[in-house]
């Protein structure tokens, strides 16, 4: 008999670098397993009427890691069961990932380096981390940030590694690993 899935996994947190594909698969996944989905950036983009990078141009940096916060926490409050994607600077920054692991199951998304960099070329304009590296320096950026945010995304409860996913994949990690 298929075992009944636990509140914990009806809490879901998709975390990982950028374009480590957790908007891509969150929303899919969230579908599947009939769960509401939130993506933090959307949330913020759609509260702040305007872009992420107008936001850190025109506010700042520590303005959108504050809203972002916010919004996660307001979300893992007011909601029972949810598949929440972070922006991928959200469990590096205030107390965001402590916070996670106690309000659920976290998940960090982390395909390889050359598949991240590969996506994030096509879409740097919407990434002010990004926005002015050449394709060249991009490399080498998510190298070295990856590896500063590594020690807040190893502490999730689940890693996947895979460059190439699929919904039952998810599912079995997430559900019994
Ligand atoms: N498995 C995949 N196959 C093909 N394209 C993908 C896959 N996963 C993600 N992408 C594409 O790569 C880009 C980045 O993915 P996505 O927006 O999901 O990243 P993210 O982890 O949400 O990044 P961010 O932290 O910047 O929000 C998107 O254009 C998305 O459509
Ligand atoms: O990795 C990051 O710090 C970011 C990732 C995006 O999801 C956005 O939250 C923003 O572009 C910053
Ligand atoms: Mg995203």
Redesign the pocket.
Known sequence: MEQPISQQHKRIFLL???????????KQLAEHLHLPFFDI?EVIVEEEGMPVSDIFAEKGEDYFRNRESEVLKRISQEEDEFLI?C??GTPCFLDNMDWMNDQGTTVW?NPSIPTMVE??Q??KY??PLIQDLSDEDLSAFVEKKLLERAPFYQLSQRVITLD??SLEILTNEIHHA
């Open positions: 990982g670098f950028m374009g480590a594909g957790k908007t891509y698969w969150g950036d994607s922006g991928g998304l996506r994030l096509r879409k919407k990434r190439e996913l």
